[in-house]
């Protein structure tokens, strides 16, 4: 289970209409990217939380999420704490390049505005089927073909990788031992064996399904007409009502207390 | 439509069809009417020509396949050249071989709801087409469940539904059962039955399982080369032995003992199910004096495992569970195997058969328990290091080959246990004539048929020289004639010294090549012992979903007229009649 993966459960979230969760992504997306407020961007995380919690998501599905968020985020304090142009609080020099606090606080205040932007992505994914976020990017007035390919694309990730992981079994039984291979190697040769089968499968897979798509009436030219309801009940005027109010509300406090674009950190002391 | 179209929907006029960038057609000259409410089976060798007359039939060729077609096709008194699938696809529904490239959705109600969306079918519609066709393939109750988490049987069930929503009058099914398990392929001929005989549905379908074709169709057609070659009642088509076994088109064993003692029962003309060759046999046996015994049940008690003193894979009380899940994969499983065996491995999907083999080689490693191979802990070992003990042939061959020859993809295995090239070179020689792969040495894997790239995923393992050859389902997609070859390929390494153990739902197999036989069910082993006596234990097999093959099962069934119930092979239970009728 990943954080790109639907949890088949019936919560409020899970209730709620994907318009309506996409309209909330697109709230606090907003009230984020306005802010470079440590306090901002803590409390967008903490109403995300209160969401995964209300779509029981486990955490363990955030894992790979929050890991590659960390490993990001640990890389852009590294980075800034030592290339920020501006500010002169030194903690440690190395080889002679000073490590600057500004920074570093800069550099963290990227990891926690990534965390709260990738905070918000389960509430959709893990909680939203595909067929009626598929109906619900269509009543956006998407090409359905888009749609279709985006859907598909989502129905295949699992399969590529389940795919792949078969592929590399079958040839660690023939002794094809790519773990202690340099890097090199790898590129050169650990990795030729199993993408060029994986390539393959996957040609003959998507040929086989083009066949069964075609055969179920693909392209009619008819106006296609969709199983799933995406009218917009009282809950999801609800949702969406609060979590306008609640970013807006955060936008709001971050224009009056000048937390815009620009300023760091906490915003007010260490901006200047 | 029109009155001729309404009594033969489908019709096939001389139709020779060449696929792009190949020479040779794959049908030749095909004639074929196919009549209301007919159950039509389609069979023949790989490569006959089966899924390109399938394809046809619902207007895939030519219209999205391209190629050459010569000849003329009609649907519903529409031809198949001028019109699109989508037209073709109201009447015809089409359920392929592979369940997991069929299912594109989230859900098996938007599944099922696919086709209808495209053809624009009103929300209200939609929902009672749904509800009819999930009823339909009994899957009502899974409505809100991820296509992911059905079973192979239950993916193929989806798909018949998905195009059930289209309400079609004909089903067209390309080998819709040949990677189930025995109780995922029964679901599967037993909704196409109803669908036949209750909503009227015509059906055609693909297969390689003579005894299911035999109990549903109304006809057979066989096919070879791209031709037909014989068509008429299941009686009339494998009556024609000598015919079908020139053309690898495996014939019911029933109708093969009737074969066999043709003069006997004075019959030019064979039965193809159980239930009346035993008849014929009875009333043989009766006319011959041979009166029926008291019903004894002269069965042995179920087999105990054999005690070996130097077994060379070991596994001592393992249990797994797959991560993420809490379900036992292998509970508790004792077994032991001794170096020369050559052991079958059966059972229901998701009995543990898999999970088994692949501790064998430390693909997985036990959550409980231990398993020894050749004296060395699994725990410690790498898959990489056990690969020159034991050699695993998965699946799908086609999961393994990227070489640009064949000779290149077998040396591949050796090369990486850092062998030195003059031994790499034996090797591969050797294993290429132990597959009958020598002419083929400088080909590219993928331009080998099917059967072939299957021989070369077991040469290519059969050049690391493992002590254990294991084959995992080596049957699935394969004609008579190249389960034959793969299963002989293990008998002769076995005779060589090496151990095999073969996992797969071909009873026919398992009885003529095993002699010792491991039954696996919800986790653990059922039973373990002789093939012969494993057999004779109808009862426990079935709590796996797994019968006897076909002769044992006649051979139970005249068990009161003194026939042993111990019988594997049909040259066996002729050799008996032969003895007991004096024929």
């Known amino acids: ?272 | 439509m029109t009155e001729k179209a309404a009594q033969i929907p489908v019709s096939v006029k001389n139709v020779t069809y060449t696929y792009p960038e190949q020479d040779a057609p794959a049908i030749r000259d095909v004639e074929l009417d196919v009549k209301e409410g007919e159950y039509l089976v389609i069979m023949g060798p790989n490569g006959a020509g089966k899924t390109t007359l399938c394809l046809l039939l619902n207007g895939v060729i030519p219209s999205v396949l391209g190629g050459k077609m010569r000849g003329w096709a009609e649907v519903y008194g529409l031809d198949a050249r001028r019109h699109h699938v989508y037209e073709l696809a109201q009447y015809v529904g089409m359920v392929l071989q592979d369940p997991e490239a069929q299912l594109f959705t989230s859900n098996v109600r938007s599944e099922a709801a696919f086709a209808a969306e495209n053809l624009g079918v009103p929300r209200e519609e939609m929902i009672e087409r749904i509800d009819w066709a999930l009823e339909v393939v009994r899957l009502q109750d899974f409505a809100d469940r991820a296509p992911t988490q059905l079973s192979g049987g239950q993916k193929q069930r989806l798909a018949i539904a998905a195009a059930l929503v289209m309400r079609p009058s004909v089903m067209v099914l390309d080998e819709p059962t040949s990677q189930l398990d025995p109780i995922g392929a029964g679901e599967v001929f037993s909704v196409l039955h109803d669908l036949n005989q209750d909503v009227g549905i015509t059906v055609v379908l693909t297969t390689h399982k003579s005894e299911h074709a035999t109990r549903y169709a109304d006809r057979i057609v066989v096919l070879d080369q791209g031709q037909i070659v014989a068509q008429g009642s299941p009686s009339e088509v494998f009556s024609e032995v000598e015919l079908m076994d020139r053309i690898h088109v495996q014939v019911p064993a029933v109708t093969r003992v009737e074969w066999d003692l043709k003069e006997a029962l004075g019959k030019d003309r064979f039965s193809v199910v159980l239930e009346d060759t035993q008849a014929s046999l009875s009333g043989l046996l009766d006319k011959r004096g041979h009166t029926k015994q008291q019903a004894a049940d002269h069965r042995p008690p179920p087999p105990t495992p054999p005690e070996l003193d130097t077994p060379y894979i070991e596994l001592k009380d393992v249990s797994f569970v797959y991560p993420g899940t809490d379900k036992k994969a292998l509970d508790g499983v004792s077994l032991a195997v001794e170096k020369g065996e050559f052991v079958g491995i059966i059972g229901q999907n998701g009995a543990g058969k898999t999970t088994l083999v692949k501790h064998v080689i430390g693909l997985l490693k036990p959550t409980e328990g231990q398993v020894v191979v050749d004296g060395r802990d699994m725990v410690d070992e790498t898959v990489e290091r056990m690969a020159q003990w034991v050699g695993l042939v998965l699946q799908n061959p086609d999961e393994q080959l990227f070489a640009m020859s064949v000779a290149e993809e077998v040396a591949f295995g050796c090369t990486n246990l850092g062998l030195p090239e003059e031994e790499v070179a034996e090797r591969v020689d050797h294993a290429l004539e132990a597959t009958g792969l020598e002419p083929f040495r400088d080909v590219y894997p993928f331009n080998l048929s099917f059967g072939d790239r299957r021989k070369l995923s077991v040469a290519a393992v059969v050049a690391m020289e493992p002590e254990v050859l294991i084959f995992d389902e080596p049957t699935t997609g394969q004609d008579h004639k190249g389960r034959r070859e793969l299963a002989d390929i293990g008998k002769r390494l076995n005779e060589m010294g090496r151990t095999v153990l073969m996992v797969t739902h071909d009873m026919d197999l398992i009885a003529e090549y095993t002699k010792r036989l491991i039954v696996m069910g919800e986790a653990r082993v059922l039973m373990d012992g002789p093939t012969e006596e494993v057999f004779q234990q109808v009862e426990i097999l079935a709590q796996t979903y797994i019968s006897p093959p076909q002769v044992t099962q006649l051979a139970l069934s005249l068990g009161e007229y003194g026939i042993p119930g111990n019988i594997l092979l049909v040259d066996d239970l002729y050799q008996v009649l032969k003895s007991e009728v004096g024929v």
């Open chain 1, 1 to 272: 289970m990943n954080a790109l993966t639907f949890l088949n459960l019936d919560t409020p979230i899970h209730r709620l209409n994907p318009l309506t969760k996409l309209f909330m992504l697109a709230c606090l997306w907003t009230a984020s990217f306005s802010s470079r407020n440590l306090g901002v961007m803590a409390i967008i995380v903490v109403y995300c939380m209160i969401l995964w919690a209300l779509a029981r998501i486990p955490l363990a599905g955030m894992k790979i999420l929050l890991g590659v968020v960390l490993f990001v985020g640990t890389l852009m304090v590294v980075i800034q704490g030592f290339f920020y142009i501006a500010g002169d609080t030194v903690v440690f020099t190395v080889f002679g390049k000073p490590f600057k606090a500004e920074g570093a606080v800069f550099g963290f205040t990227m990891m926690v505005k990534l965390l709260s932007i990738a905070s918000t992505v389960p509430i959709l994914t893990m909680t939203t089927a595909i067929s009626p976020l598929m109906a619900a990017l269509a009543a956006l007035r998407m090409p359905y073909k888009l749609v279709f390919v985006f859907g598909t694309a989502m129905r295949l990730t699992p399969l590529v990788q389940e795919v792949y992981e078969d592929i590399h079994d079958a040839q660690r039984l023939r002794g094809h031992n790519i773990k202690e291979m340099g890097i090199i190697k790898k590129i050169t040769e650990g990795y030729f064996p199993i993408f060029v089968p994986l390539l393959l499968c996957l040609l003959r897979k998507t040929s086989d399904m083009d066949v069964a798509i075609e055969s179920r009436a693909f392209g009619a030219p008819v106006k296609r007409t969709y199983l799933d309801d995406v009218s917009l009940k009282g809950r999801d005027y609800a949702a969406m009502l609060i979590t306008f109010v609640f970013a807006a509300g955060l936008l709001a406090t971050s224009v009056y207390m000048g937390w815009g674009a620009g300023l760091i950190g906490w915003g007010g002391p260490l901006a200047d």
